[in-house]
Nanobody, 125 residues
Framework: QVQLVESGGGLVQAGGSLRLSCAASGRTFSISGMGWFRQAPGKEREFVAGISWSGSSTDYADSVKGRFTISRDNAKNLVYLQMNSLKPEDTAVYYC??????????????????WGQGTQVTVSS
């Protein structure tokens, strides 16, 4: 099995920055594409960013393009989400997700095989 653990969430003022980390453990060779999703109270879980196994391909939701950057360090089994110019509407629980080999990252929630427990990000105005 694969375990994903997010960290780095917290409370930040609008315009500030946070860096989320996702640590993978267990059968990490079973991981390919990875992504970040978020879920605000009363809303559906939505795609934020995704990255291929090599890191050469990334994608972002329109709402975060130019502000967020996803990256990964396969040697350390870590994925990061650098969040700059944060806005109150970025407030949500942020989840890390991973796909099995042979499956690329996607913006679709059902495309992922493993999920973390989430980390809360709160942006105050």
């Amino acid at each position: 099995q694969v375990q994903l653990v997010e960290s780095g969430g917290g409370l930040v003022q609008a315009g500030g920055s946070l860096r989320l980390s996702c640590a993978a453990s267990g059968r990490t060779f079973s991981i390919s594409g990875m992504g970040w999703f978020r879920q605000a109270p009363g809303k559906e879980r939505e795609f934020v960013a995704g990255i291929s196994w090599s890191g050469s391909s990334t994608d972002y939701a329109d709402s975060v393009k130019g502000r967020f950057t996803i990256s990964r360090d396969n040697a350390k089994n870590l994925v990061y989400l650098q969040m700059n110019s944060l806005k109150p509407e970025d407030t949500a629980v942020y989840y890390c997700a991973a796909t099995r080999p042979g499956r690329s990252f996607t913006g679709i929630r059902e495309g992922y095989d493993y999920w973390g427990q989430g980390t809360q990000v709160t942006v105050s105005s």
